[in-house]
Structure formats: C-alpha cells, structure tokens
C-alpha cells in the first residue's frame, strides 16, 4: 500500500508540473467601462504566420469562451481571413474594424515561444532497505526510475484590450503555458482563464 500510495503521489506531481496555463498578472485602467453584451468585441491573435492554425484556436475559443456569457465576440480570421489586413496602416485597420461595428479589440500576442531543456531526476518509489540488504539488491532495478531530460515548450502571451473610438487600453494580461499537450488544449485553457481574469477585474457587464 506504501508502494502504491507514493507512486500515484509522484505521478500526480508529474502531471502537475509538466503542464500548466496561467495567468501571472494582469491589469485594468481605472476608468476603463464595462464591457457591454451588445457591444462587438473583435478578437485579433497576433502570431507568425505559419502558425495559422494556432491563431485561429487562440481567437476560436476566446471568441467561444465570451460568447457562452452573452457577448457578442468575432474572430478576425473568421470575418476577414488570414490576409484580412495585409499591408494596411493604422489608419486603415481602426476604420476597417469600425466599419464592421466593432466596439473593443481583444489583442492575443504570441511575446515567446521556446524550447526548455530540464533534468527529471529519478526516482525510488519505496524504502525497501528496511527488509534487509537483499530485498533491497533484488528489487532495485524494479523499483527505481531513471533520470532524464525532457524537452519542453514554453509559450508566453499577452492580452490587451482596447476601446477602438478613443484607443484607450482598457486592460492587459500576461500569461504562460508550459508544455500543453496540444496546442488546442493550450487555447481552450488559455481562453477560460483570461476571460475568467477579465470577470474578476470587473470588466464585464452584469455578471
């Protein structure tokens, strides 16, 4: 039962550390308003452009997440394409963006993505050496895991959201994901937490 007990502990552990999103702080304008639910909110994701698919789950399920409050939330790649802004200036975007009725502008900005190398040193479930010097020799083999070095990927994001008719930033939120599984997996938890965030700064209306 010692046995079993450690080593479901140490895998919950594992599990733990090697996969996490989060946000690790965030801020809000004093005198930022309310978000309102028959405001447009466009959500832009602002990633290389290879990774395309990546932006269109970091807007999907952003889009999603705010949607299932009542707001009225849009991808840019869904309404303008992958292309949709191409060489334009500042000007052109904002008067592009105001002419579809938008309202506020989600920006999801990739700062890093990278790779980290780190040592998972081993690990000996049980304390069989009490038993006696050879059931401690015989088990050994069976009872040790190696240490290794597992590659991860870590991302780095930033969130800002702005009123498009006086540009103001109304509020900003930087997160991290460590290693997700997929990176679908990584938008999904990406968009719970930072509109969870954005209710907790108080940024939307009647919740």
Request: positive net charge.
């Amino acid at each position: 039962m010692k046995k079993l007990g450690l080593m479901i502990a140490a895998i919950a552990i594992f599990a733990t550390a090697c996969t996490s999103t989060k946000v690790t702080s965030s801020w809000r304008a004093n005198d930022a308003q309310k978000i309102q639910k028959d405001q447009k909110v466009m959500v832009i994701a602002l990633v290389p452009e290879k990774d395309r698919t990546l932006r269109s789950q970091m807007e999907s399920y952003t889009v999603s997440e705010l949607r299932k409050k009542g707001y009225n939330a849009v991808s840019a790649f869904q309404e303008y394409g992958p292309q949709g802004f191409g060489k334009l200036g500042e000007k052109q975007v904002v008067n592009k963006l105001k002419s579809s009725g938008a309202n506020q502008v989600l920006t999801i900005v990739m700062l890093e993505k990278g790779k980290e190398r780190q040592f998972v040193p081993g690990t000996m479930y049980s304390p069989y050496g009490y038993y006696g010097f050879w059931p401690y020799y015989s088990w050994y083999n069976r009872m040790y895991a190696p240490g290794y070095v597992a590659v991860n990927t870590k991302y780095q994001w930033e969130g800002n959201l702005y009123d498009l008719q006086s540009g103001q930033m109304l509020y900003s939120v930087q997160s991290r994901s460590f290693d997700p599984p997929t990176t679908e997996r990584m938008a999904v938890l990406y968009a719970q937490q930072v509109v969870r965030d954005m209710a907790k700064q108080q940024l939307l209306a009647n919740n």
